[in-house]
């Protein structure tokens, strides 16, 4: 009676352990099936080239500030991001290497092959990701988000203009599977 | 005393299937944890902006639309090049 008495303690801690392992068993497949990493570059990107375009164009006129007598002003590059408050520090984990990149051409309705004025910002090596051809493999998953808007505007003059954004986010290495 | 070592004998014999029992369980578990993690792909969200009607809507390209209703001069070239956006990149 005795013995029994402890066999029967024994067996009931036994089938908690099991019960605790499946538990955990079955957390860990959830977590690793529908775990991070969850890659948001490509939503990221395209709010990034709205902003530029928000930032560039306002009810189809352009920003009076890319313009100085003589045409398009060489300056605005130095200032474009801190004028739209564009700030590429906020995410820790990536040290001093910034991941985000921008370029803004400007063409005109007559020469739609060369740009009449260009600028950009942040960091440029990420640009040739943008034009290698995207395989899906687990390298090429690991290469920047790139997105190109191409929007028409006027200036103050009226003077028609078509902009080009592309706008490219790195950050691989919280997106996408290491 | 023959009695009490057949006993024992049973013991043991319950004991090893419980150990081996629990030993498949952790291995199991372990093989559908890493089938999981194989499985499991990087999980790409999309946006798709749509209005009231359904209709996809671009934030840029509602751009384009007020400047169109400032000056709509070239509208066709300036459409076209426009709708390449993304082919050469």
């Given at each position: 009676m005795r013995d029994k008495r402890g066999t029967d303690k024994i067996l009931s801690i036994y089938w908690f352990v099991v019960l605790t392992l499946i538990g955990g068993g079955v957390f860990a497949m959830v977590y690793v099936f529908y775990g991070p990493p969850y890659d948001v570059r490509e939503i990221e990107s395209e709010i990034f080239a709205g902003r530029i375009a928000d930032c560039l164009s306002r009810q189809g006129t352009l920003n009076p500030n890319l313009f100085v007598e003589e045409g398009f002003n060489q300056e605005i590059g130095n200032t474009?991001?801190?004028?739209?408050?564009?700030?590429?520090?906020?995410?820790?984990?990536?040290?001093?290497?910034?991941?985000?990149?921008?370029?803004?051409?400007?063409?005109?309705?007559?020469?739609?092959?060369?740009?009449?004025?260009?600028?950009?910002?942040?960091?440029?090596?990420?640009?040739?990701?943008?034009?290698?051809?995207?395989?899906?493999s687990k390298e090429y998953r690991k290469l920047a988000k790139c997105t190109e808007k191409r929007f028409y505007a006027l200036d103050e003059d009226k003077n028609q203009h078509l902009i080009k954004i592309l706008s490219v986010i790195g950050k691989s290495e919280k997106n996408a599977k290491q | 005393m023959l009695n009490n070592k057949n006993n024992k004998k049973a013991q043991v014999g319950e004991f090893l299937t419980w150990v081996i029992a629990t030993i498949v369980l952790i291995v199991v578990l372990i093989i559908f944890i890493y089938a999981s993690s194989i499985l499991s792909a990087t999980k790409y969200l999309k946006v798709n902006l749509s209005d009231d009607s359904g209709e996809s809507v671009d934030w840029v390209t509602s751009k384009t639309q007020f400047a169109y209703t400032i000056s709509s001069m070239n509208k066709n070239r300036i459409q076209g090049w426009i709708s390449q956006a993304g082919e050469n990149g």
């Open positions: 474009f991001s801190e004028d739209c408050n564009f700030n590429f520090n906020v995410e820790e984990g990536y040290g001093d290497e910034i991941q985000y990149f921008y370029k803004v051409e400007f063409y005109e309705v007559t020469d739609l092959e060369y740009p009449v004025f260009s600028f950009y910002g942040g960091n440029n090596n990420w640009e040739m990701d943008c034009y290698i051809k995207k395989e899906n | -």
